[in-house]
Protein backbone atom coordinates (compact mmCIF):
# COMPACT_ATOMS: atom_id res chain seq x y z
CA UNK A 1 0.00 0.00 0.00
CA UNK A 2 1.19 3.29 -1.17
CA UNK A 3 1.91 6.38 1.51
CA UNK A 4 -0.78 7.87 -0.02
CA UNK A 5 -3.74 5.31 0.30
CA UNK A 6 -2.35 4.49 3.47
CA UNK A 7 -2.75 8.06 5.00
CA UNK A 8 -6.15 7.77 3.92
CA UNK A 9 -6.85 4.28 5.71
CA UNK A 10 -5.15 6.01 8.93
CA UNK A 11 -7.61 9.11 8.46
CA UNK A 12 -10.73 7.02 7.89
CA UNK A 13 -10.06 5.13 11.12
CA UNK A 14 -9.65 8.69 13.16
CA UNK A 15 -6.03 7.67 13.87
CA UNK A 16 -4.59 10.33 11.90
CA UNK A 17 -3.35 13.90 13.31
CA UNK A 18 -3.28 16.56 11.22
CA UNK A 19 -1.42 19.67 12.20
CA UNK A 20 -2.38 22.72 9.91
CA UNK A 21 -0.35 25.50 11.92
CA UNK A 22 3.27 25.92 10.41
CA UNK A 23 5.94 23.76 12.35
CA UNK A 24 9.65 24.02 12.20
CA UNK A 25 12.19 21.41 11.16
CA UNK A 26 14.94 22.57 13.08
CA UNK A 27 13.49 20.97 16.39
CA UNK A 28 9.88 21.94 16.62
CA UNK A 29 8.67 19.26 14.74
CA UNK A 30 11.06 16.36 16.48
CA UNK A 31 9.03 17.62 19.68
CA UNK A 32 5.69 17.70 17.87
CA UNK A 33 6.17 13.81 16.69
CA UNK A 34 7.37 12.68 20.20
CA UNK A 35 4.72 14.24 21.87
CA UNK A 36 2.57 12.44 19.69
CA UNK A 37 3.56 9.18 20.91
CA UNK A 38 2.90 6.52 18.43
CA UNK A 39 -0.06 8.56 17.10
CA UNK A 40 0.41 8.96 13.06
CA UNK A 41 0.73 12.75 11.69
CA UNK A 42 0.18 14.64 8.78
CA UNK A 43 2.57 18.38 9.08
CA UNK A 44 0.52 20.27 5.74
CA UNK A 45 2.51 23.41 6.45
CA UNK A 46 6.51 23.46 6.65
CA UNK A 47 7.63 26.82 6.87
CA UNK A 48 10.38 26.97 3.53
CA UNK A 49 9.52 23.86 1.89
CA UNK A 50 6.74 23.04 -0.16
CA UNK A 51 6.40 19.37 1.00
CA UNK A 52 3.95 18.44 3.99
CA UNK A 53 5.74 15.89 6.12
CA UNK A 54 4.48 12.65 7.52
CA UNK A 55 5.28 11.07 10.09
CA UNK A 56 4.83 7.98 13.12
CA UNK A 57 3.42 5.82 10.06
CA UNK A 58 4.25 2.24 11.47
CA UNK A 59 4.78 2.99 15.04
CA UNK A 60 2.39 0.21 16.00
CA UNK A 61 2.10 -3.18 14.88
CA UNK A 62 -1.58 -2.65 14.52
CA UNK A 63 -0.72 0.20 11.71
CA UNK A 64 1.90 -2.37 10.09
CA UNK A 65 -1.56 -4.40 10.23
CA UNK A 66 -3.65 -2.55 8.44
CA UNK A 67 -1.54 -1.61 5.84
CA UNK A 68 -0.78 -5.21 4.73
CA UNK A 69 -4.69 -6.36 5.45
CA UNK A 70 -3.75 -8.90 7.81
CA UNK A 71 -4.67 -9.38 11.45
CA UNK A 72 -2.12 -8.09 13.84
CA UNK A 73 -1.73 -12.31 15.00
CA UNK A 74 -1.03 -12.78 11.48
CA UNK A 75 2.20 -10.26 10.73
CA UNK A 76 4.42 -12.75 11.65
CA UNK A 77 3.64 -15.55 9.68
CA UNK A 78 2.89 -13.22 6.80
CA UNK A 79 6.36 -11.84 7.05
CA UNK A 80 7.83 -15.73 7.57
CA UNK A 81 6.07 -16.44 4.75
CA UNK A 82 7.56 -13.46 2.29
CA UNK A 83 10.95 -14.32 3.29
CA UNK A 84 10.40 -17.80 2.21
CA UNK A 85 8.52 -16.91 -0.96
CA UNK A 86 9.89 -13.82 -2.48
CA UNK A 87 7.99 -12.73 -6.05
CA UNK A 88 10.08 -10.49 -8.99
CA UNK A 89 8.12 -6.81 -8.80
CA UNK A 90 7.18 -5.90 -12.18
CA UNK A 91 8.44 -2.40 -14.62
CA UNK A 92 5.53 -0.03 -13.65
CA UNK A 93 3.61 2.01 -17.07
CA UNK A 94 4.06 4.64 -15.53
CA UNK A 95 6.38 6.05 -12.54
CA UNK A 96 3.62 8.60 -10.02
CA UNK A 97 7.80 9.28 -8.39
CA UNK A 98 9.05 11.13 -11.31
CA UNK A 99 5.54 12.89 -11.98
CA UNK A 100 8.27 16.43 -11.20
CA UNK A 101 11.71 16.75 -11.29
CA UNK A 102 13.64 19.39 -9.29
CA UNK A 103 14.76 21.88 -11.51
CA UNK A 104 18.32 21.71 -9.56
CA UNK A 105 19.62 19.96 -6.80
CA UNK A 106 19.26 21.82 -3.62
CA UNK A 107 18.06 19.89 -0.60
CA UNK A 108 17.49 22.94 1.29
CA UNK A 109 14.32 22.66 -0.31
CA UNK A 110 13.34 19.70 1.16
CA UNK A 111 11.95 19.46 5.08
CA UNK A 112 15.19 17.67 6.55
CA UNK A 113 14.63 17.87 10.38
CA UNK A 114 16.87 18.62 13.11
CA UNK A 115 15.95 16.46 16.50
CA UNK A 116 18.34 16.88 18.91
CA UNK A 117 20.12 19.43 20.68
CA UNK A 118 23.76 17.54 20.06
CA UNK A 119 22.98 16.70 17.02
CA UNK A 120 25.41 17.36 13.95
CA UNK A 121 22.91 18.43 11.77
CA UNK A 122 19.72 18.02 9.76
CA UNK A 123 19.34 14.11 8.84
CA UNK A 124 17.05 12.47 7.11
CA UNK A 125 15.64 9.16 8.85
CA UNK A 126 13.49 7.26 6.70
CA UNK A 127 15.51 7.16 3.65
CA UNK A 128 15.52 3.49 2.04
CA UNK A 129 18.96 3.16 -0.46
CA UNK A 130 19.07 1.29 -3.04
CA UNK A 131 22.09 -0.16 -4.74
CA UNK A 132 23.29 -2.40 -7.30
CA UNK A 133 26.03 -5.60 -5.50
CA UNK A 134 28.43 -6.21 -8.20
CA UNK A 135 28.12 -9.83 -7.06
CA UNK A 136 24.94 -10.16 -5.47
CA UNK A 137 22.71 -7.88 -7.08
CA UNK A 138 20.37 -5.68 -5.96
CA UNK A 139 19.70 -4.51 -1.65
CA UNK A 140 17.90 -2.33 -0.29
CA UNK A 141 18.73 -1.14 3.44
CA UNK A 142 17.98 2.60 5.34
CA UNK A 143 20.60 4.94 5.87
CA UNK A 144 20.83 8.21 8.22
CA UNK A 145 21.69 10.84 5.93
CA UNK A 146 23.50 13.74 7.46
CA UNK A 147 22.99 16.97 5.43
CA UNK A 148 26.24 18.30 4.34
CA UNK A 149 25.20 20.82 2.24
CA UNK A 150 22.95 21.31 -0.79
CA UNK A 151 23.85 18.65 -2.19
CA UNK A 152 26.06 16.27 -0.05
CA UNK A 153 25.37 14.18 2.78
CA UNK A 154 27.29 12.05 4.78
CA UNK A 155 25.89 8.48 5.07
CA UNK A 156 26.16 5.94 7.81
CA UNK A 157 26.60 2.07 6.81
CA UNK A 158 26.60 -0.62 8.99
CA UNK A 159 29.87 -2.15 8.82
CA UNK A 160 29.40 -5.65 6.70
CA UNK A 161 25.85 -4.80 6.07
CA UNK A 162 24.55 -4.89 2.39
CA UNK A 163 25.84 -1.21 1.35
CA UNK A 164 28.51 -1.35 3.13
CA UNK A 165 29.94 -4.00 0.99
CA UNK A 166 29.01 -3.02 -1.94
CA UNK A 167 30.54 0.38 -1.21
CA UNK A 168 33.84 -1.22 -0.20
CA UNK A 169 34.21 -3.44 -3.52
CA UNK A 170 33.70 -0.35 -5.57
CA UNK A 171 36.34 0.97 -7.10
CA UNK A 172 34.16 4.09 -8.56
CA UNK A 173 31.41 5.99 -6.70
CA UNK A 174 28.62 3.59 -6.21
CA UNK A 175 24.98 4.41 -7.95
CA UNK A 176 22.67 5.03 -5.39
CA UNK A 177 19.19 6.47 -4.89
CA UNK A 178 17.22 7.20 -1.96
CA UNK A 179 13.61 6.78 -1.31
CA UNK A 180 11.47 8.50 0.83
CA UNK A 181 8.03 7.82 1.50
CA UNK A 182 8.01 4.69 0.06
CA UNK A 183 4.82 2.06 0.42
CA UNK A 184 4.75 0.30 3.51
CA UNK A 185 5.93 -2.63 2.19
CA UNK A 186 9.08 -1.94 1.00
CA UNK A 187 9.80 -0.02 4.25
CA UNK A 188 9.56 -3.90 6.39
CA UNK A 189 11.52 -5.38 3.26
CA UNK A 190 14.34 -2.87 3.47
CA UNK A 191 14.40 -3.31 7.30
CA UNK A 192 15.17 -6.90 6.75
CA UNK A 193 18.55 -8.66 6.34
CA UNK A 194 18.21 -11.49 4.40
CA UNK A 195 21.08 -13.86 2.99
CA UNK A 196 23.42 -12.08 0.40
CA UNK A 197 21.76 -12.27 -2.96
CA UNK A 198 18.13 -11.87 -1.55
CA UNK A 199 17.08 -9.01 -3.38
CA UNK A 200 14.74 -6.76 -0.83
CA UNK A 201 12.45 -5.67 -3.50
CA UNK A 202 11.59 -9.33 -3.86
CA UNK A 203 10.44 -9.54 -0.45
CA UNK A 204 8.52 -6.56 -1.00
CA UNK A 205 6.47 -7.53 -3.92
CA UNK A 206 5.63 -10.76 -2.00
CA UNK A 207 4.09 -8.89 0.71
CA UNK A 208 2.06 -6.23 -1.53
CA UNK A 209 2.58 -5.48 -5.66
CA UNK A 210 5.69 -3.64 -5.59
CA UNK A 211 5.72 -1.89 -8.84
CA UNK A 212 9.08 -0.60 -9.86
CA UNK A 213 10.48 2.51 -12.32
CA UNK A 214 14.40 3.08 -13.70
CA UNK A 215 15.97 5.91 -12.23
CA UNK A 216 16.98 8.95 -14.57
CA UNK A 217 20.54 8.92 -13.98
CA UNK A 218 21.63 6.35 -12.40
CA UNK A 219 21.07 1.89 -13.77
CA UNK A 220 18.84 1.34 -10.47
CA UNK A 221 15.28 0.20 -10.23
CA UNK A 222 13.12 1.86 -7.39
CA UNK A 223 9.59 1.77 -5.97
CA UNK A 224 7.71 3.76 -8.57
CA UNK A 225 5.05 4.76 -5.84
CA UNK A 226 7.56 6.31 -3.57
CA UNK A 227 6.83 9.96 -2.90
CA UNK A 228 10.55 11.36 -3.12
CA UNK A 229 13.70 9.52 -5.08
CA UNK A 230 17.28 11.52 -4.39
CA UNK A 231 19.62 9.69 -7.24
CA UNK A 232 23.26 10.26 -6.41
CA UNK A 233 26.75 8.30 -6.27
CA UNK A 234 28.27 7.35 -2.82
CA UNK A 235 32.01 8.31 -2.56
CA UNK A 236 34.97 7.23 -1.32
CA UNK A 237 35.34 10.70 0.29
CA UNK A 238 34.71 10.68 3.75
CA UNK A 239 32.99 12.95 6.15
CA UNK A 240 32.49 13.17 9.92
CA UNK A 241 28.78 11.58 11.10
CA UNK A 242 27.44 12.55 14.11
CA UNK A 243 26.37 12.79 17.05
CA UNK A 244 23.36 11.69 16.32
CA UNK A 245 20.66 9.81 18.54
CA UNK A 246 20.25 6.31 17.58
CA UNK A 247 17.88 3.23 18.75
CA UNK A 248 18.92 3.36 21.99
CA UNK A 249 17.70 7.16 22.49
CA UNK A 250 21.29 7.64 23.12
CA UNK A 251 23.72 9.76 21.55
CA UNK A 252 25.80 7.32 18.69
CA UNK A 253 29.29 8.12 18.58
CA UNK A 254 31.32 10.37 15.19
CA UNK A 255 32.20 8.14 12.67
CA UNK A 256 34.21 8.79 9.39
CA UNK A 257 31.52 7.58 6.91
CA UNK A 258 31.21 7.87 3.07
CA UNK A 259 29.69 10.99 1.35
CA UNK A 260 26.83 11.35 -1.19
CA UNK A 261 26.55 13.51 -3.93
CA UNK A 262 22.97 13.88 -5.08
CA UNK A 263 22.34 14.71 -8.96
CA UNK A 264 18.78 14.24 -8.86
CA UNK A 265 15.66 14.95 -7.36
CA UNK A 266 12.59 12.84 -8.76
CA UNK A 267 9.07 13.15 -6.54
CA UNK A 268 5.62 13.36 -7.14
CA UNK A 269 2.78 16.28 -7.44
CA UNK A 270 2.48 17.67 -3.65
CA UNK A 271 5.23 15.40 -2.07
CA UNK A 272 5.09 14.05 1.18
CA UNK A 273 8.63 13.80 2.95
CA UNK A 274 8.74 11.31 5.23
CA UNK A 275 10.19 11.48 8.89
CA UNK A 276 10.87 8.95 11.63
CA UNK A 277 12.10 10.11 14.95
CA UNK A 278 14.78 8.32 15.84
CA UNK A 279 15.04 6.13 19.06
CA UNK A 280 10.69 6.77 18.64
CA UNK A 281 8.46 3.78 18.09
CA UNK A 282 8.27 3.97 14.62
CA UNK A 283 12.35 3.40 14.63
CA UNK A 284 11.95 0.76 17.36
CA UNK A 285 9.32 -1.16 15.91
CA UNK A 286 10.54 -1.00 12.26
CA UNK A 287 14.51 -2.14 13.52
CA UNK A 288 12.97 -4.77 15.83
CA UNK A 289 9.77 -6.26 14.11
CA UNK A 290 11.40 -7.79 10.84
CA UNK A 291 13.78 -9.52 12.95
CA UNK A 292 11.28 -11.42 14.26
CA UNK A 293 11.20 -14.12 11.69
CA UNK A 294 14.61 -14.65 11.02
CA UNK A 295 14.69 -15.76 15.11
CA UNK A 296 11.61 -17.46 14.62
CA UNK A 297 12.82 -19.80 11.51
CA UNK A 298 16.27 -20.33 13.29
CA UNK A 299 14.52 -21.55 16.35
CA UNK A 300 12.13 -23.50 14.45
CA UNK A 301 15.30 -25.87 12.99
CA UNK A 302 16.15 -26.86 16.80
CA UNK A 303 12.58 -27.39 18.52
CA UNK A 304 8.79 -26.52 17.69
CA UNK A 305 8.84 -22.62 18.17
CA UNK A 306 5.88 -20.52 18.98
CA UNK A 307 6.03 -17.11 19.09
CA UNK A 308 9.31 -14.45 19.24
CA UNK A 309 9.34 -10.50 20.70
CA UNK A 310 11.81 -8.61 19.87
CA UNK A 311 10.80 -5.84 23.19
CA UNK A 312 10.48 -2.77 23.48
CA UNK A 313 12.48 -2.39 26.46
CA UNK A 314 15.20 -3.77 24.81
CA UNK A 315 15.43 -1.31 22.39
CA UNK A 316 13.49 -3.17 20.02
CA UNK A 317 17.11 -4.64 18.61
CA UNK A 318 18.96 -6.43 21.89
CA UNK A 319 16.55 -8.51 23.68
CA UNK A 320 14.38 -11.07 22.65
CA UNK A 321 11.47 -13.24 24.45
CA UNK A 322 11.20 -17.10 22.25
CA UNK A 323 8.07 -18.98 23.02
CA UNK A 324 8.46 -22.80 22.70
CA UNK A 325 6.46 -25.95 22.78
CA UNK A 326 8.71 -27.91 24.74
CA UNK A 327 9.52 -31.45 23.97
CA UNK A 328 12.83 -32.31 24.99
CA UNK A 329 14.80 -31.42 27.87
CA UNK A 330 17.24 -29.41 26.42
CA UNK A 331 15.13 -27.67 23.84
CA UNK A 332 15.33 -23.97 25.92
CA UNK A 333 19.25 -24.14 25.32
CA UNK A 334 19.14 -25.45 21.59
CA UNK A 335 16.29 -22.62 21.34
CA UNK A 336 18.92 -19.65 23.49
CA UNK A 337 21.61 -20.85 20.76
CA UNK A 338 19.57 -20.90 17.69
CA UNK A 339 18.08 -17.18 18.36
CA UNK A 340 21.38 -15.83 18.28
CA UNK A 341 21.88 -17.46 15.35
CA UNK A 342 18.95 -15.81 14.00
CA UNK A 343 19.42 -12.10 14.93
CA UNK A 344 23.46 -11.52 15.20
CA UNK A 345 22.78 -8.10 16.90
CA UNK A 346 20.82 -10.17 20.31
CA UNK A 347 22.33 -9.78 23.33
CA UNK A 348 19.86 -11.03 25.98
CA UNK A 349 17.37 -13.80 25.41
CA UNK A 350 14.47 -15.56 27.65
CA UNK A 351 12.83 -18.83 26.57
CA UNK A 352 9.52 -19.44 27.86
CA UNK A 353 7.09 -22.18 27.66
CA UNK A 354 3.85 -21.58 25.81
CA UNK A 355 1.76 -21.05 28.79
CA UNK A 356 3.30 -17.70 28.98
CA UNK A 357 2.40 -14.66 26.75
CA UNK A 358 5.74 -13.41 25.43
CA UNK A 359 4.07 -10.12 25.07
CA UNK A 360 3.28 -9.37 28.23
CA UNK A 361 6.66 -8.43 30.35
CA UNK A 362 5.31 -9.01 33.70
CA UNK A 363 3.98 -12.47 32.74
CA UNK A 364 7.77 -13.37 30.73
CA UNK A 365 9.00 -11.55 34.55
CA UNK A 366 6.71 -14.31 35.84
CA UNK A 367 8.44 -17.10 34.35
CA UNK A 368 11.73 -16.28 35.11
CA UNK A 369 10.78 -15.73 39.11
CA UNK A 370 9.40 -18.90 39.08
CA UNK A 371 11.38 -21.25 36.48
CA UNK A 372 14.57 -20.44 36.60
CA UNK A 373 17.90 -21.10 38.81
CA UNK A 374 20.73 -19.01 37.62
CA UNK A 375 23.00 -21.92 38.46
CA UNK A 376 21.56 -24.18 35.69
CA UNK A 377 19.48 -22.23 33.59
CA UNK A 378 21.34 -19.13 32.78
CA UNK A 379 24.19 -18.74 29.66
CA UNK A 380 26.92 -16.85 29.24
CA UNK A 381 28.67 -16.18 25.76
CA UNK A 382 31.67 -14.17 26.59
CA UNK A 383 33.49 -11.71 23.37
CA UNK A 384 31.24 -12.52 20.86
CA UNK A 385 30.31 -10.10 17.69
CA UNK A 386 27.71 -7.85 18.91
CA UNK A 387 25.71 -4.67 18.05
CA UNK A 388 26.93 -1.30 16.74
CA UNK A 389 24.47 0.25 18.81
CA UNK A 390 24.98 -1.01 22.23
CA UNK A 391 27.14 1.57 24.16
CA UNK A 392 28.39 -1.00 26.73
CA UNK A 393 30.15 -3.33 23.98
CA UNK A 394 33.65 -2.93 23.20
CA UNK A 395 33.95 -0.82 19.90
CA UNK A 396 37.17 -0.18 17.77
CA UNK A 397 37.15 1.66 14.79
CA UNK A 398 36.66 -1.04 11.66
CA UNK A 399 35.89 -3.71 13.60
CA UNK A 400 32.72 -5.42 14.70
CA UNK A 401 31.80 -4.69 18.12
CA UNK A 402 32.30 -6.84 20.75
CA UNK A 403 29.91 -8.43 23.72
CA UNK A 404 29.07 -10.57 26.15
CA UNK A 405 25.83 -12.56 25.15
CA UNK A 406 23.20 -14.12 27.93
CA UNK A 407 20.62 -16.49 27.46
CA UNK A 408 17.69 -17.55 30.08
CA UNK A 409 16.25 -20.97 30.02
CA UNK A 410 12.81 -20.11 31.39
CA UNK A 411 11.32 -22.82 30.58
CA UNK A 412 9.43 -25.59 33.15
CA UNK A 413 12.72 -27.57 33.90
CA UNK A 414 11.85 -31.76 32.79
CA UNK A 415 15.25 -32.85 35.77
CA UNK A 416 16.02 -31.43 38.51
CA UNK A 417 19.24 -33.07 41.05
CA UNK A 418 16.79 -34.57 43.12
CA UNK A 419 14.71 -36.47 39.83
CA UNK A 420 12.09 -35.76 37.43
CA UNK A 421 10.47 -32.27 37.71
CA UNK A 422 6.90 -32.07 39.07
CA UNK A 423 5.29 -29.91 36.21
CA UNK A 424 2.25 -29.16 38.29
CA UNK A 425 4.14 -27.12 40.34
CA UNK A 426 4.89 -24.78 37.99
CA UNK A 427 0.92 -23.81 36.80
CA UNK A 428 -0.38 -20.77 37.32
CA UNK A 429 -3.61 -21.26 39.39
CA UNK A 430 -6.58 -19.83 37.94
CA UNK A 431 -9.62 -18.51 39.57
CA UNK A 432 -13.12 -19.46 38.15
CA UNK A 433 -14.42 -17.21 35.64
CA UNK A 434 -17.33 -14.79 36.25
CA UNK A 435 -18.98 -12.01 34.74
CA UNK A 436 -18.67 -9.10 36.70
CA UNK A 437 -22.13 -7.48 35.29
CA UNK A 438 -23.53 -10.54 37.12
CA UNK A 439 -22.44 -9.04 40.83
CA UNK A 440 -22.10 -5.13 40.42
CA UNK A 441 -25.17 -2.65 40.52
C1 LIG B 1 14.67 3.26 10.74
C2 LIG B 1 15.93 2.52 10.44
C3 LIG B 1 17.14 3.20 10.32
C4 LIG B 1 18.30 2.53 10.00
N1 LIG B 1 19.46 3.22 9.83
C5 LIG B 1 20.57 2.58 9.38
C6 LIG B 1 21.76 3.30 9.09
O1 LIG B 1 21.83 4.51 9.25
N2 LIG B 1 22.82 2.60 8.60
C7 LIG B 1 22.77 1.26 8.40
O2 LIG B 1 23.75 0.69 7.91
N3 LIG B 1 21.66 0.55 8.70
C8 LIG B 1 20.57 1.19 9.17
N4 LIG B 1 19.43 0.49 9.45
C9 LIG B 1 19.46 -0.97 9.36
C10 LIG B 1 19.35 -1.46 7.96
O3 LIG B 1 18.20 -1.06 7.26
C11 LIG B 1 19.30 -2.94 8.14
O4 LIG B 1 20.48 -3.34 8.72
C12 LIG B 1 19.10 -3.65 6.89
O5 LIG B 1 18.45 -4.81 7.22
C13 LIG B 1 20.40 -3.97 6.20
O6 LIG B 1 20.09 -4.94 5.27
P1 LIG B 1 21.24 -5.54 4.37
O7 LIG B 1 22.15 -6.29 5.32
O8 LIG B 1 20.52 -6.40 3.40
O9 LIG B 1 21.93 -4.38 3.72
C14 LIG B 1 18.27 1.14 9.81
C15 LIG B 1 17.07 0.45 9.94
C16 LIG B 1 15.90 1.13 10.25
C17 LIG B 1 14.62 0.37 10.35
Known amino acids: MDLRLFLNALQERGELATVTRPVDVRGEMAGVIDALGARPVLFAAVPGSEYRVAANLVARREAIALGLGVAVDDLPSRLVAALQRPRTPSLAATAPCQEAVEPEVNLARLPILSHGPRDAGPYVTAGVAAIVDSDSGPNLAFHRLLQLDERRFAVRLVEGRGTHTAWSKAADDLPIAICLGVPLQVLLAAAMSPPPGHDEMRIAE ?38 FIDLTETYDIVRRQPILEVQRITHRREPIYQALLPGGPEHKLLMGM ?48 AAFRGHGSLKHVVVIDDDVDPFDAARVEWALATRVQAGRDVLVFADQPGSSLDPSAV ?47
Request: aromatic residues 4%; charged residues 25%.
Open 206 to 243: ALAPTPLARCQTVPLLVPAESEIVLEGRLTHELADEGP
Open 290 to 337: PREPSIYDAVAEVCRVRRVHITPGGTSWLHAVVQISKQHPDDGRRAIE
Open 395 to 441: HAPGHKAQTAKMGIDATIPWDTPTGPADPAKYQRVSYRAVDLADYLA
